[in-house]
């Protein structure tokens, strides 16, 4: 692999499989959960590269941070494209395992060096709305994979959006640029609502 100063889809499938590779080879079987955009690159095709990987690794936070110190001074990769600073915006409910979901195993299950388990698309839109930037809704980098979610997972008006946000975070934990942003984006946002026919495909 060569020096990669973002992630797409295939660089960063092969950054994971190699961090596998090495856990695997070290005779650990790791466990990260991945958010933000990465999250969305692995589930739903999002068109944008992500500059880091978003991800919590409590349980083996050494050992995995190790290895990425590793790869990244192997393959001239920042130092932090591996990191957890999306910590300070998991929800309270962030250990329900019905707010995340087993995504793939690397490098193979047959040799799992790291299973990869994603937060699911209703709770990496609520985390994309509480973290909307202060700002005209515009200019922020969120509002796309907002739009992007909303559309997956059949969010049709401003009104729907806030009652899904306050599953996960306290009405008082929302700034009004949240409500104000959702309320512009939905007015000229078209989503079909998904109704009954089910949850949103599984990642």
Known sequence: MGEIQSFDLPALESALAELGRRSYEASRTVEIAIYGGSALLLTLNRQVNTADVDAVFEKDKNFIKKL?????????????????????????????????????????EERPGVRVFVAKPEYLFAMKCRAMRVGGVDSSADIEDIKLLAREIGVASSKDA??????????????????????????????????????SRKP
Do not use: C, Q
């Open 68 to 108: 990425a110190s590793e790869m990244a001074a192997e393959f001239g990769w920042e130092e932090n494209w591996l990191n957890d600073g999306v910590k300070g915006w998991l929800s309270a409910i962030d250990a329900n395992p019905r707010v995340k979901a087993l995504f793939k195993t690397y490098p193979s």
């Open 162 to 199: 806030l009652a899904l946000v306050e599953k996960f975070y306290p009405h008082n934990m929302l700034e009004p640029k949240t409500r104000f942003g959702l309320e512009e984006i939905f007015s000229s946002l078209d989503v079909e609502p998904r109704g009954d026919k089910g949850p």
